[in-house]
């Protein structure tokens, strides 16, 4: 199994600053996966982020609203750029476990931007 | 490219009767898996089961168990004697190749009454 953490666990942000979330997983993983969960919906893939490289974007996601940096095998860290209140969601981290038979979700960061 | 499809926005049970959410997918990959989770409303993401698409056997973890037809593209959930504890937000969920990320359907809210 994984333990994933997340910090912070929520935030209330102004439009138009920048937050950065961290993803600390308690193991090391090649692939972390940051998500968004907006409101009432399903989970959306933002990126795939590998160590050593520059994160996969998924269609809709682009690096200067969202860049990651992903400095080690442990750790992750995503930022919402130039925030609106469209951005207000939960985003949420995860990783596989041995032999990918489950994906574990950290808690995931309750996004409100006013 | 690959799809999940769940139909039912809501379901309604009363405690100890079974439930059956439904889930279809589509994908053109040969190996694959499927999961569902549950996702109470403190927002944590909860694994259920997972079905392997070369697997023989039904999954089944406890009160849950996994319903694969694989020629009709389906992965229902059936829960046995419902608990108010299920109530929830549900999601299947497929990844491809192994490793990649998990695609969500958009859920099945389940209301269990008393």
């Known amino acids: 199994s994984a333990v994933i953490s997340q910090k912070p666990s929520r935030d209330i942000c102004q439009r138009g600053t920048s937050l950065t979330i961290q993803c600390q997983v308690d193991?090391?993983?090649?692939?972390m996966f940051w998500y968004r969960q907006q409101p009432g919906q399903s989970l959306t893939l933002i990126a795939t982020a590998n160590q050593g490289s520059e994160a996969t974007y998924e269609s809709g996601f682009v690096i200067d609203k969202f860049p990651i940096s992903r400095p080690n095998l442990t750790f992750s860290t995503l930022t919402v750029s130039n925030m609106s209140p469209e951005d207000s969601s939960i985003y949420l981290c995860s990783v596989w476990g041995q032999g990918n038979n489950e994906q574990f979700f950290g808690p995931g960061t309750r996004l409100t931007v006013l | 490219a690959q799809k999940i499809t769940q139909t039912q926005p809501g379901m309604f049970v009363q405690e100890k009767e079974a439930v059956t959410l439904d889930c279809t997918y589509d994908?053109?990959?040969?190996?694959?898996?499927l999961f569902w989770y549950k996702q109470p409303s403190s927002g944590e993401m909860i694994f259920l089961i997972y079905q392997g698409s070369y697997d023989e056997q039904n999954a089944t973890e406890g009160r849950y168990s996994l319903n694969f037809q694989k020629a009709r593209k389906s992965a229902n959930l059936v829960i046995s004697a419902s608990q108010l504890g299920d109530s929830a937000m549900y999601f299947c969920a497929m990844r491809g190749q192994a490793g990649t990320a998990l695609i969500f359907g958009k859920g099945t809210t389940l209301s269990v009454s008393s």
């Open positions: 193991s090391q993983v090649t692939m």
């Open positions: 994908t053109s990959d040969q190996s694959y898996g």
